[in-house]
T-cell receptor, first 115, second 113 residues
Framework: GNSVTQMEGPVTLSEEAFLTINCTYT??????LFWYVQYPGEGLQLLLK?????DKGSNKGFEATYRKETTSFHLEKGSVQVSDSAVYFC??????????????FGTGTRLTIIP | DTAVSQTPKYLVTQMGNDKSIKCEQN?????MYWYKQDSKKFLKIMFS???????INETVPNRFSPKSPDKAHLNLHINSLELGDSAVYFC????????????FGPGTRLTVL
């Protein structure tokens, strides 16, 4: 079956540090890949996505590249801010039928940025 | 204007009770979902509906019964609540094709005492 493995947290960084959160996946065929972010007390929001190999998703300074050869979709940001503190989820979607879109999530990585 | 809304935000109840959580989306999407997030933040899909038809049912106990009166609403009814049902329940919606973004509601924190 499909699965997503992401870096165990929690991760604590100083403001302006470089961030990498690793994510690898197992799926047949060509899934779409996503990073979702959950701020404290809120629901999940899509951060970025990539739908085919070598695509790069980017948003709010975050980037991730769909690497089929390594089955990875690592999240990076060059300079983190306190406001980036949240839980980050890597996910894949391997629906094949209309209405069968099923997101499989990783376990989430809690990120805390200290001033 | 809230895209996906859920009520209530918090629900505290005793074991054995029956409770419902309501979800509404105003995005015009045709697919809606229920997810359960446990205390370790692990998220797992429970159900999905497309145009009021059940599409995904992920081996959830039959004490959980989703109901979709129309495309904009997907409610979750839980019978005979158990301690292990304590979690945050998220509703989500999307439109069509599998690459599309899912929009999540703010969650309902259910605590069973």
């Amino acid at each position: 079956g499909n699965s997503v493995t992401q870096m165990e947290g929690p991760v604590t960084l100083s403001e302006e540090a470089f961030l990498t959160i690793n994510c690898t996946y197992t799926a047949t065929g060509y899934p779409s890949l996503f990073w979702y972010v959950q701020y404290p007390g809120e629901g999940l929001q899509l951060l970025l996505k990539a739908t085919k190999a070598d695509d790069k998703g980017s948003n709010k300074g975050f980037e991730a590249t769909y690497r089929k050869e390594t089955t990875s979709f690592h999240l990076e940001k060059g300079s983190v801010q306190v406001s980036d503190s949240a839980v980050y989820f890597c996910a894949l979607n391997k629906g094949s039928n209309f209405g069968n879109e099923k997101l499989t999530f990783g376990t989430g990585t809690r990120l805390t940025i200290i001033p | 204007d809230t895209a996906v809304s859920q009520t209530p935000k918090y629900l505290v109840t005793q074991m054995g009770n029956d409770k419902s959580i309501k979800c509404e989306q105003n995005l015009g999407h045709d697919t809606m979902y229920w997810y359960k997030q446990d205390s370790k933040k692990f998220l797992k899909i429970m159900f999905s509906y497309n145009n009021k038809e059940l599409i995904i049912n992920e081996t959830v106990p039959n004490r959980f019964s989703p109901k979709s009166p129309d495309k904009a609403h997907l409610n979750l009814h839980i019978n005979s609540l158990e301690l292990g049902d304590s979690a945050v329940y998220f509703c989500a919606s999307s439109q069509g094709q599998f690459a599309n973004e899912q929009f999540f509601g703010p969650g309902t924190r259910l605590t069973v005492l």
